[in-house]
Structure formats: structure tokens, C-alpha cells
């Protein structure tokens, strides 16, 4: 039977941990802040800070939810990022993406300054990750690797193949997993013969952002499986592609109209040693990391580690 790694065991793990890092923060009379910015009103969005302030206020971090309309400007946001880098007690600064397209993105995660930089998108925090300096590591691979640690899953001298090659996952996760001593493969839409190179891989992570797109035949049997994939299911010909006849889904989906699914086609678990459940595998443990990199940059901040 395969083992399904429980992201929400693991994430009330490391937020109890964090917490106790906030207690004694406060003995030194250091409260961590973080800032957090919803631009206009994608739903998804909403619901994610919705999540990253209540789990701040469950564990003692200060946080503050900044909502500019929709149709604010580059230069608007611009003005917020300095003022939030110049207030000593704003730790941590996120800009929760995607951003409307009048917005240059990029410019706007540049201008933060690195050291408040918690979802490490910052070229500076980039470029110390790779160059295996401290860094504020981004939150998704930061839970990955920490899903297969606290599992107890051997990374060094595995196979870890990662297919995906964003700056947000695919990237650092595959520098992080090198920094483990895995040997790593980056795929992507342009590999050739994508199946063979995956049957190859002891872990497995998924974070291409389509849904089910790593079939049975793409796995070895007993291998690690880490989806980072969250696809919406919204029509029935979708829907019964991977679920039809599976009760408990068939029920999701009558209430509410379409179902989660990750990259991995989820008949593939089945074969797998041990695999992330989607929902309720990865992503608990991005907001788990995204508080333990506020209080991170709080203590680096003052010197404390
Ligand atoms: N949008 C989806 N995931 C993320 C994330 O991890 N950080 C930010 N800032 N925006 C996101």
C-alpha cells in the first residue's frame, strides 16, 4: 500500500515549531511582521493570503493585509514596497501573485528589499540559493524538501526528477534537492521522450500545472511521488476522465461544481511508495514555510542567527 504523506500533519508540525520560535522571540521583545499584498480580487488569491493571515495570527506573527483596487499602478505599488522596506517592524513582504497586467511584476518583486524577501522570489535570494549561501528559499520547495525529510524519505543519492521549470518550483526546487545530494533531472515541455526519464525517478515532483498529466505508465513502481500540481476540474467530461465512479469525488463535485486534482494523474499513487494527496498534501506546507521564513527574516534581520 502505498504511503500518503499528510501535508496537514506535517504543516501543524513545523507551525508548532515556528510558534515556539515566536514565543522566544518575544522574551527579546521582537514581534516578526509581515506584510501581505492582495491586489484587486482573484478569488484563488483570496483565498490563499486568507490563509497565510490566519495562520500569522495562530502562531503570534503580526500581519498586516494590504488591499490596493485592481486598477492600481505600477508606480502605486512601487511607493508601498518602499514604505513597507523602511518600517522596522515589517519582516517579511508579500506580493500575492498573479498580478493584474498593467503591473511590471517583475520590477515590483526587485524592488523588495531581499533581506524581507519571505517568498524568495528575489534575484539576490535567488542567486544565494544556488550559490548554497543563507537565503530566504521559497516557500513551495522549501515544503517539499521538508515533506520528504520529516518523512523520513532518503534523498541523498536518489533520483529525483522534477518535472517543471518555473522560478517559483521547478528551479529551486531542483537546486534544493541537489543540495541534498540528490541526482537531479529537470523536464520540461520540451523533453524528449518525458516518460523514460520519469520511470527513472526514485522522487518524483510534479509542477508543471496541468492536471494529471503524470500517467501510471510515467512511474516507477515504489517511488516517491510530490505533486505541487492544484488544477480545477469544472466540466464533467474532465471530471470523468479521472474520477468517474469514485464516490467521494462524484459527491465533491455534485456540491460544488468542479474538483481539485494535482499533475498526477491520481491512479498513479496507487503505484507509488509513498505519494502527496491533492488536495491536503504540498500546499499546507507553503503557508507552514512562508511563517517559518517571517520569523527566519526577523531574527536574521536583527543578527540573531
Ligand atoms: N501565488 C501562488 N502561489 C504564490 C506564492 O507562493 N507566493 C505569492 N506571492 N504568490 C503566489
Not at 511521488?225 to 474532465?238: H, S
Amino acid at each position: 500500500m502505498a504511503r500518503i504523506l499528510d501535508g496537514a500533519a506535517l504543516a501543524a508540525a513545523i507551525k508548532q515549531e515556528v510558534a515556539e520560535e515566536v514565543g522566544q522571540l518575544a522574551t527579546r521583545g521582537v514581534r516578526p511582521g509581515l506584510a501581505v499584498v492582495l491586489v484587486g480580487h482573484n478569488p484563488a488569491s483570496e483565498i490563499y493570503v486568507r490563509g497565510k493571515v490566519q495562520a500569522s495570527a495562530e502562531l503570534g506573527i503580526h500581519s498586516e493585509l494590504i488591499t490596493p483596487p485592481a486598477e492600481v499602478t505600477t508606480e502605486e505599488l512601487h511607493a508601498l514596497v518602499a514604505q513597507l522596506n523602511a518600517r522596522d517592524e515589517i519582516d517579511g513582504i508579500l506580493i500575492q501573485l498573479p498580478l493584474p497586467p498593467q503591473i511590471d511584476s517583475k520590477s515590483l518583486l526587485d524592488a523588495i528589499e531581499p533581506a524581507k524577501d519571505v517568498d524568495g522570489f528575489h534575484p539576490v535570494n535567488a542567486g544565494r540559493l544556488l550559490a548554497g549561501r543563507p537565503a530566504l528559499a521559497p516557500c513551495t520547495p522549501a515544503g517539499v524538501i521538508e515533506i520528504l525529510k520529516r518523512s523520513g524519505i532518503p534523498i541523498a543519492g536518489q533520483h529525483a526528477v522534477v518535472v517543471g521549470r518555473s522560478d517559483i518550483v521547478g528551479k529551486p526546487v531542483a537546486i534544493l534537492l541537489l543540495h541534498e545530494n540528490a541526482t537531479v533531472t529537470i523536464c520540461h515541455s520540451k523533453t524528449r521522450n518525458l516518460g523514460e526519464v520519469t520511470r527513472q525517478a526514485d522522487i518524483l515532483v510534479a509542477a508543471i500545472g496541468r492536471p494529471g498529466f503524470i500517467t501510471p505508465e510515467m512511474i516507477k513502481s515504489g517511488a516517491t511521488l510530490i505533486d505541487v500540481g492544484v488544477n480545477r476540474l469544472a466540466t464533467r467530461e474532465e471530471f470523468d476522465r479521472f474520477f468517474k465512479g469514485n464516490e467521494k469525488r462524484e459527491a465533491a463535485f455534485a456540491k460544488r461544481g468542479s474538483v481539485v486534482i494535482g499533475d498526477i494523474d491520481p491512479r498513479a499513487f496507487d503505484l507509488s511508495g509513498a505519494y502527496t494527496p491533492v488536495p491536503g498534501g504540498v500546499g499546507l506546507l507553503t503557508i507552514a514555510m512562508l511563517m517559518a521564513n517571517t520569523v527566519r527574516a526577523a531574527k536574521m534581520r536583527r543578527g540573531f542567527e
